[in-house]
């Protein structure tokens, strides 16, 4: 076995790890339908209401907000999310009354991808003006715009956002358990989603909401508590990568120079 040949094949045993494995299935999952714990061990609370306005349910969360303008309020994830996913979560308006001012309240689901300044939310809204359906927020470096609406006057249902490859699907139902309808596909990123939220927020006015979520479930290539596999063999691999195929080299080299001495 020639010593060139046993340097091709370290080289390409290190490169196959270090390099990012094709697109897998959806095999990570955690389901807090099955595990509600998992709300209590995988979720921060966060905002002004957090105190009193959350509450651990049973099998699911309550979110609670007063009739008056306070911030938004609600739980993000520890883990972190690389490749495609799929986030979803059943819901239920207790209460949420039509607002007399701000843009309206509204609760739901969102997935932030902050190394890209990017965050996409689909949640249950009342507009102002009288609209009432599921809406697609996203922000961009800050700047908020408003991506679909979709009229509907159901009290509970499913909101989903999927991700394949740079594009995030969002889809809903009316009744929890029927066929998801899509409001649409928007551009986003690939890079690793670091928080998943489930919130409410008043909209800027003093409408109190109270909401209830269910069945929170994500299906991901990787579900990770810090460092993901693939910032690891998209990144620091690499380096780790070139210092063993140089140190090879230098061997090699060497053991070519005191063989020839």
Not at 130 to 155: D, H
Request: proline share 5%; with cysteine; aromatic share 10%.
């Amino acid at each position: 076995m020639s010593r060139a040949w046993c340097l091709a094949t370290c080289f390409a045993a290190v490169t196959a790890a270090a390099w990012p494995a094709a697109a897998a299935d959806m095999n990570a999952v955690l389901d807090a339908g099955k595990e509600p714990k998992l709300y209590d061990t995988h979720f921060a609370r966060y905002g002004p209401a957090q105190v009193k306005g959350i509450v651990r349910e049973p099998n699911g969360i309550r979110i609670r907000l007063p009739a008056t303008k306070v911030e938004q309020t609600g739980l993000y994830a520890y883990f972190a999310l690389a490749g495609d996913f799929e986030v979803s979560v059943t819901y239920q308006i207790v209460s949420m009354p039509p607002p007399q001012s701000g843009f309206g309240p509204e609760f739901g689901l969102a997935v932030d991808a902050e190394s890209a300044g990017l965050k996409l939310a689909l949640t249950r809204a009342i507009k102002p003006e009288g609209g009432s359906g599921i809406k697609v927020n996203r922000e961009r470096g800050g700047n908020f715009k408003e991506l679909a609406f979709q009229s509907t006057k159901a009290n509970s249902g499913a909101l989903v956002i999927r991700r394949e490859k740079t594009e995030l699907i969002c889809l809903a139902n009316d009744k929890p358990g029927a066929d998801l309808a899509e409001i649409g596909r928007f551009p986003f990123t690939d890079t690793t989603v670091r928080k998943v939220r489930l919130f409410a927020d008043s909209g800027g006015s003093p409408t109190p909401i109270d909401a209830r979520f269910f069945d929170f479930k994500v299906r991901a290539e990787e579900i990770a508590g810090g460092i993901v596999q693939r910032e690891v063999t998209g990144g620091l691999g690499w380096w780790i990568t070139a210092g063993v195929i140089t140190t090879l080299v230098i061997g090699v080299v060497v053991y070519r120079r005191r063989k020839a001495a």
